[in-house]
C-alpha cells in the first residue's frame, strides 16, 4: 500500500500562486509515473500534469500549459505542483497520482494510487 499525502491547497485571488506538495510514503523511484489530476464540481477528473520516471518526460493539460509546472524531489519523496497566475476555471480538487509500480525485477503497469484531494479556489 502506498501513502500519497497532499498539502498546499487553498484560497487565492485570481492572478495569484499556490505550489500543491505530495508526499509518499515509499521512494518515487517505485513508479513509472507521478502525476496531478483535478475535479471540479460537475466535471470529469482531468489530467494537469504528468512527469514520466524513467526518461523525465512530462505532459501537461492543455488549460494549464505555460502557467503550471509539476517537479519531483527523490529525496524528500516528494512530488511538487507550483502554478502561477491562477484563473476561477482552476478551482477543483487536485489529486496526486501515481502508476505503475516496479518492486525489483517486477513491474506492475496497472498499479495507480491516489492522494486524499486538496483543494484549491480561485477567488476574488
Known amino acids: 500500500q502506498v501513502e500519497l499525502v497532499e498539502s498546499g491547497g487553498g484560497l487565492v485571488q485570481p492572478g495569484g500562486s499556490l505550489r500543491l506538495s505530495c508526499t509518499a510514503s515509499?521512494?518515487?523511484?517505485?513508479?513509472?509515473?507521478l502525476g496531478w489530476y483535478r475535479q471540479a464540481p460537475g466535471k470529469e477528473r482531468e489530467l494537469v500534469a504528468e512527469?514520466?520516471?524513467?526518461?523525465?518526460?512530462?505532459k501537461y493539460g492543455d488549460s494549464v500549459k505555460s502557467r503550471f509546472t509539476i517537479s519531483k524531489d527523490i529525496v524528500k519523496m516528494t512530488v511538487y505542483l507550483q502554478m502561477e497566475n491562477l484563473k476561477p476555471d482552476d478551482t477543483a480538487v487536485y489529486y496526486c497520482?501515481?502508476?505503475?509500480?516496479?518492486?525489483?525485477?517486477?513491474?506492475?503497469?496497472?498499479?495507480?494510487?491516489w492522494g486524499q484531494g486538496s483543494q484549491v479556489t480561485v477567488s476574488s
Open positions: 497520482h501515481v502508476r505503475g509500480r516496479y518492486s525489483g525485477t517486477w513491474y506492475d503497469p496497472d498499479f495507480s494510487s
Open positions: 515509499v521512494s518515487l523511484l517505485n513508479f513509472y509515473g
Open positions: 512527469i514520466t520516471n524513467t526518461n523525465g518526460n512530462i
